[in-house]
Nanobody, 123 residues
Framework: QVPLVESGGGSVEAGGSLRLSCTAS???????IGWFRQSPGSERVGVAA????????YYADSVKGRFTISQDGAKNTVYLQMNSLKPEDTAMYSC?????????????????WGQGTQVTVSS
């Protein structure tokens, strides 16, 4: 598993949009790539996952219908398009290799975490 690097965070007003990128230095090669978020005082939770081989996607209930995970294989990049952002979406977002349980519980498959990218949504 090659290291993953996140980018694309920022500050937006509620209702706005942001796109996060998760880039690998090599091929993903049929992996589960997930986006996770953690706000101060809370546990890190998975919000979206994509299996790069089948292009199957999974979402936490809290973001379903607002967030979209996708990939660009030529760029070894997985994106998280976040629309209709809410203040409660404010968190540090990180990507990692993952596994999905019960079709919506997204769990990390690696103990290594990158620096992440901060998303702040103001009301």
């Amino acid at each position: 598993q090659v290291p993953l690097v996140e980018s694309g965070g920022g500050s937006v007003e509620a209702g706005g949009s942001l796109r996060l990128s998760c880039t690998a230095s090599g091929l993903f090669s049929n992996q589960c790539i997930g986006w996770f978020r953690q706000s101060p005082g809370s546990e890190r939770v998975g919000v979206a996952a994509l299996y790069t081989g089948s292009n199957s996607t999974y979402y936490a209930d809290s973001v379903k219908g607002r967030f979209t995970i996708s990939q660009d294989g030529a760029k070894n990049t997985v994106y998280l398009q976040m629309n209709s952002l809410k203040p409660e979406d404010t968190a540090m977002y990180s990507c990692n290799y993952c596994r999905v349980r019960d079709y919506r519980i997204i769990l990390p498959n690696s103990g290594y975490w990158g620096q992440g990218t901060q998303v702040t949504v103001s009301s």
